[in-house]
């Protein structure tokens, strides 16, 4: 059983930058596919960054792509996601995910099936 726990979430103006972590035990980062989530009031869960192939490979949404960066610590168990330029279309509740038993292509969003509690991102313009 996967236990994946978020930190790093907050309040920022637009421009500005966050870093938000993933803790995970049960699994090792590095072996299976990680990625983040993020989910607006009023609107689905939305994949938008995928680490995999121990972390050779990553995948953006577009909407993120350019701006965030996905990566690893395989020493700490650990994922993270940087934002930067944030736009206040980017609040919303942040979550980590992995798909277990995931090497090769992690890209597809639909197939992650542990989950994280989630930490809010709060953008102001």
């Known amino acids: 059983q996967a236990q994946l726990v978020e930190s790093g979430g907050g309040s920022v103006q637009a421009g500005g930058s966050l870093r938000l972590s993933c803790a995970a035990s049960g699994y090792t980062v590095s072996s299976n596919c990680m990625a983040w989530f993020r989910q607006a009031p009023g609107k689905g869960r939305e994949g938008i960054a995928a680490?995999?192939?121990?972390?050779?490979?990553?995948h953006y949404a577009d909407s993120v792509e350019g701006r965030f960066t996905i990566s690893h610590d395989n020493a700490k168990n650990t994922v993270y996601l940087q934002m930067n330029s944030l736009i206040p279309e980017d609040t919303a509740m942040y979550y980590c995910?992995?798909?277990?038993?995931?090497?090769?292509?992690?890209?597809?969003?639909?197939?992650?099936?542990?989950w994280g509690q989630g930490t809010q991102v709060t953008v102001s313009s």
């Open positions: 995910a992995l798909r277990a038993g995931c090497w090769w292509d992690g890209s597809r969003f639909e197939e992650y099936n542990y």
């Open positions: 680490i995999y192939r121990s972390g050779r490979a990553t």
